[in-house]
């Protein structure tokens, strides 16, 4: 197969041509309605674009391999930059990079953002208490240790977060941040368990489990 260089659309680029069925799982952790369409993936507002092998000048010469999965829009533009998020979420997941408007990223040096809790409805200073510590001088800040979280209305609808919305009144996210992912995944989940939520990451996918949350290891790190 010729080597492309791919021009448009938010691209996870990998070191190796991904399954297509873990392919599809890793989808629909963003949103469980993802399908297969032919060759593709087709979710909300955008199309995965099978894989194909893409000329190393896409990540700057970063991968030694590149194969190259492209996020184009289905119609307008995503709402809330799903396609972006998207593209960033499979390479973190695939340990590879992700490329948008021509910048080359590695998801996994982003120590800025982490979980967050998705809730139904807002919950009240006494149902966080027995986790978090409310901060004295804002009643929507929160700590738990080194963990700091605050509670703030949820933008959009993430489709991750879909089985929550016939029974969401104010979708409520209770932001998670700290130096040390497995603790901030392990935080998430038990909000989660206690207040009938759920876990996403910072490109809102969905989370089951604190190890999502942790950069996967590559054959260099072995």
């Known amino acids: 197969m010729a080597k492309r260089r791919l021009r448009t659309g938010p691209t996870a680029a990998l070191p190796a041509k991904p399954d297509p069925a873990e392919l599809l799982r ?11 369409d032919g060759d593709d993936i087709v979710a909300t507002d955008v199309r995965v674009c099978a894989p194909v092998e893409a000329d190393t000048e896409l990540t700057g010469g970063e991968l030694e391999k590149v194969w190259a999965v492209r996020v184009v829009a289905e119609g307008p533009l995503p709402l809330d930059f799903f396609d972006r998020f998207l593209a960033e979420g499979l390479a973190f997941r695939l340990k590879g990079l992700a490329v948008c408007r021509g910048e080359v990223t590695d998801p ?15 919950p009240t200073a006494e149902e966080l208490a027995p986790l978090l510590e409310p901060d004295e001088d804002d009643e929507f800040t929160f700590t738990a240790g080194e963990i700091r979280a605050a509670l703030v209305p949820q933008k959009g609808q993430p489709p991750a977060v879909q089985e929550l919305l016939p029974f969401a009144t104010e979708l409520t996210a209770i932001e998670l941040r700290g130096d040390e992912p497995a603790k901030l995944g392990a935080l998430a989940l038990e909000l989660a368990e206690a207040l009938n939520g759920l876990v996403v990451d910072r490109w809102r996918f969905r989370v089951d489990a604190a190890e999502d949350l942790v950069p996967p290891r590559t054959s260099e790190d072995a």
């Not at 629909?28 to 399908?35: H, I, V």
């Not at 040096?109 to 139904?120: F, K, N, R, T, Y």
């Open 108 to 122: 996994a040096d982003d120590q800025e953002s982490g979980p967050a809790v998705i809730l139904p409805v807002r």
């Open 26 to 36: 890793v989808v629909r952790l963003a949103d469980p309605g993802a399908r297969q």
